[in-house]
């Protein structure tokens, strides 16, 4: 491969790879939103916690649980760890430690093959940072879905203890 074909390359994956973060956090801003409401639907439907039954909260301590490991997982995802690229003259952190100056030059200096290297540097540590927030996404996505029965078997709970006046359910 030339040089040329190399660097138009490594330009195109770079820009393929960085096509999916906006993916990964529209998924996780979804997701997040969803777990508020049902925080909040259970939050406005509890009961009193002199009125809480032993099941209720073993449910709500469930659902809770689930959902607060949940987003603890989605902000893990939304923060990856972002060491790396020592040196790198593509990756915004490393160039960010370089006088104004001293990146203008250092990148003008580069060969088109060092360019190149650079640039699929980055795609690997992009992938890496996507893999984490993919996971991430996929573990909170799992745990919310565990919580979705002790979720509803709570909020039924507080629609039974309150009766009709405050229930989503009852309505």
């Known amino acids: 491969m030339t040089t040329e074909k190399l660097l138009q390359a490594s330009k195109d994956q770079l820009n393929l790879v960085l096509g999916f973060f906006p993916r990964a956090e529209a998924k996780s801003s979804v997701l997040l ?71 203008v030059e250092e990148f003008k200096a580069q060969s088109e093959e060092r360019l190149a290297t650079e640039l699929l540097g980055q795609v690997w540590r992009n992938s890496e940072i996507l893999r984490t927030k993919f996971d991430c996404l996929k573990t909170a996505f799992v745990l919310m879905a565990l ?22 359910f009852l309505k």
């Open 33 to 103: 939103a969803i777990e508020t409401g049902m925080l909040a639907v259970l939050g406005t439907n509890a009961p009193p916690l002199k009125g809480f039954s032993p099941l209720m909260l073993t449910v709500t301590g469930i659902a809770l649980a689930l959902l607060a490991a949940s987003i603890v997982t989605l902000y893990r995802g939304a923060f990856p760890r972002l060491k790396g690229g020592h040196e790198s003259l593509v990756y915004f952190r490393e160039i960010a430690t370089r006088t104004e100056h001293r990146f």
């Open 147 to 168: 919580a979705i029965p002790a979720w509803l078997a709570a909020t039924l709970l507080f629609a039974a203890y309150n009766g009709q006046t405050r229930s989503i």
